[in-house]
């Protein structure tokens, strides 16, 4: 049996010792007696931690002892021929015995050194290994499954470890694993879009060079990849070649986003699903989910299926809009028939809900009375954040509000459940009445999130209009229905407008204010909109409070409230809107309490930054220049930690 140096079992009092000898001996030179004083210390020391050791030892000598009886009486040799490498080591992680097996297959290289296991296992500490019963280590080229035992001792605790080498088996399945397939789909965003603008020859050499930034991107991969139609390719192969292209964050992003045709900009995104699994089937069909994933977010971004959700890249910038009538036209078409299979017809938006949630569903309720279905608008009155537009709309004789208990009443089999502004179960108002419904459609317009409705009937949603209050009014515009918009229905989707762009400063484009055109013309009452956004002096005073409190963190500002009032949401959205006009600021949070132990982030940019990734990693969402996460059971010291660490985490992606 090999017995390692005494030294190591008591290191630092040995190393008192050769201090003390030390002083001893320059004493001598200097003051005799004080070289006897230290002299006398020095053989006190170096006799205590002898004793110490060999005591240490003893006992180990014990347990191997007591080990031989279970193979063999008394055999002294039978431990140390055991056929799995041993080793023993003490508290403090130095090893005090091995046997012979571990010196010829894994000391290979270290024989006759000193060392402790801190060389198989990197900051090793005992109570760890303690609870343990099997870990992995990999030393001198070889990968190691170690089984880990307790030496039960009062007097000096020690811990044995067994190692079996199976190098061979944990390449074999990383190899495995790094030989699954996985499928990529990718799909030109605007292609559609740059058909129409280019003409076929300048569209044919703009189709070409994307193309070969692709191939470019993918030619040292040993992949396949092949051309399906207009703007979409297929992209086959191992996670060998995934995992290096996740390394690079899927840098063709930026080539295709920064691609420019005769020194013009394009201005060509791509959207990208991959999807990985144990054949090619299941690769292709979470590939598509994945890209369906990608597109419902914007575009411009990678979103990866894996068994834990989804895994994105890129997604920083917005993606083009689309200025065809197709699909508002054809959606319009498709809830109009759907709806008339029903009785009645509820609308429900999201807790806490706006001037957009409210003015779509009044827009959703209007259009199927216009079809012939009686509808009716859930309010929860007392979170609704839009009680001004409720008043408005009840002053002028609008009766179809309805509360969440007399919603789960009246909701059975034959009632068609719409949900607007949102596209998560989770945060509907009446999340019961889902299951209820008979039949259910989705209209919404954020960039969509890993726990979207996937069952809905109809599923309308696009993240490139401004508001769900601009979608439906491009389906009221574009559908067969000849009811004039009345002007309470108008105004109340104007306001929804107004108040997801910011008076028209983010997410406009041609079809908001095309939208907003096209309510104006059916008597959208402008200054009762603008009166719907008015606020009283104390809430003015709370927010410029906000506001002066924020500090800057890395180009954002952060501030936070602890304030209890009844409309602490809509002054923290304002502050942080208006904390976007403080110069340097490229993005703004607000953390207050919003009720039932919940601590809520309003984030805001004006689209340099996109806050939605940043609060995704709190788990919320929203989109680019609007966002929001809820924090249950934190408070605001620990949300703001955890926001400098989602912003740090943002800015190490970009």
């Not at 004083?37 to 020095?42: K, N, R, S, V």
Request: aromatic residues 12%; hydrophobic residues 40%.
């Amino acid at each position: 049996m090999k017995l390692v140096a005494l030294f190591y079992q008591n290191p630092g009092g040995f190393l008192c010792s050769v201090i003390l000898l030390i002083f001893s001996a320059y004493g001598f030179a200097f003051n005799k007696k004080a070289a006897f004083i230290f002299f006398a210390a020095f053989v006190v020391v170096f006799a205590v931690n002898t004793l110490f050791s060999l005591l240490t030892l003893k006992t180990t000598r014990k347990y191997v002892r007591k080990v031989n009886k279970t193979f063999a009486q008394n055999d002294i040799d039978t431990i140390d021929e055991f056929p799995l490498p041993n080793v023993i080591c003490d508290m403090r992680g130095n090893i005090v015995w091995y046997n012979s097996t571990f010196e010829e297959q894994v000391l290979t290289d270290y024989k006759g050194q000193r060392f402790n296991m801190n060389l198989f296992f990197k900051n090793f500490r005992y109570d760890e290994y303690a609870a343990i019963k099997q870990t992995d280590s990999e030393f001198n080229g070889k990968k190691y499954s170690v089984f880990i035992t307790k030496i039960k001792s009062k007097s000096n605790p020690m811990l044995s470890f067994y190692f079996f080498d199976d190098t061979y088996l944990k390449n074999t399945e990383i190899e495995y694993n790094l030989s699954r397939p996985f499928v990529m789909l990718i799909l030109v965003d605007n292609i559609d879009q740059l058909s129409r603008q280019l003409t076929d020859s300048k569209f044919a050499m703009v189709s070409s060079g994307i193309e070969s930034r692709i191939e470019e991107w993918l030619k040292h991969e040993n992949l396949i990849l092949k051309k399906t139609g207009n703007g979409t390719f297929l992209v086959i192969g191992e996670r060998r070649n995934y995992d290096r292209l996740a390394e690079k964050r899927f840098s063709v992003l930026s080539d295709i986003r920064s691609y420019e045709y005769n020194n013009t900009p394009v201005y060509a995104t791509l959207s990208i699903g991959v999807g990985s699994g144990e054949d090619f089937a299941v690769c292709e069909s979470r590939a598509k989910k994945a890209l369906d994933m990608s597109l419902g977010r914007g575009g411009d971004q990678v979103a990866v299926y894996t068994d834990d959700g989804y895994v994105y890249f890129g997604g920083m910038s917005n993606r083009a809009n689309d200025n065809s009538r197709v699909s508002p036209r054809q959606t319009a078409a498709n809830i109009s028939n759907y709806i008339k299979k029903f009785k009645q017809v509820i609308i429900v938006g999201h807790k806490f809900s706006d001037y957009d949630a409210i003015g779509s569903a009044m827009g959703i309720q209007f259009y199927s009375e216009a079809n012939g279905v009686p509808a009716y608008v859930v309010v929860d009155e007392k979170t609704t954040l839009s009680s001004p537009l409720v008043s408005f709309a009840r002053e002028r004789g609008f009766e179809e509000f309805i509360s969440v208990d007399k919603a789960l009443d009246m909701c059975d089999e034959n009632t068609a459940l719409f949900v607007v502004d949102t596209h998560r179960l989770l945060l509907l108002d009446a999340p019961d009445l889902y299951e209820k419904a008979g039949g259910h459609i989705v209209i919404d317009h954020h960039r969509r999130c890993d726990d979207y409705i996937s069952d809905a009937d109809i599923f309308y949603h696009l993240p490139s209009p401004s508001s769900t209050c601009e979608m439906v009014s491009e389906l009221i515009q574009y559908s067969t229905i000849q009811e004039k918009v009345p002007d309470l229905i108008a105004t109340a989707l104007l306001s929804g407008i107004v108040l997801d762009t910011k008076d028209y400063v983010l997410r406009t484009s041609q079809r908001t204010f095309e939208a907003a055109a096209f309510l104006r013309e059916n008597n959208a009452d402008t200054v009762e909109v603008r009166k719907l956004f008015s606020y009283n002096s104390d809430m003015i005073v709370l927010k410029n409070e906000i506001i002066s409190n924020g500090v800057i963190y890395k180009g954002f500002m952060i501030s936070g409230t602890d304030s209890d009032n009844k409309n602490i949401r809509v002054i923290t959205s304002k502050a942080a809107d208006e904390m976007l006009n403080i110069e340097g600021v490229r993005g703004s949070f607000v953390i207050y309490f919003a009720g039932n132990g919940v601590v809520q982030i309003s984030a805001r940019s004006f689209g340099q930054e996109n806050v939605q990734l940043i609060m995704e990693e709190l788990g919320g969402g929203g989109h680019n220049t609007m966002a929001a996460a809820q924090l249950p059971g934190s408070d605001m010291v620990n949300a703001k930690t955890l926001l400098f660490k989602a912003i740090d985490d943002y800015l190490a992606k970009k």
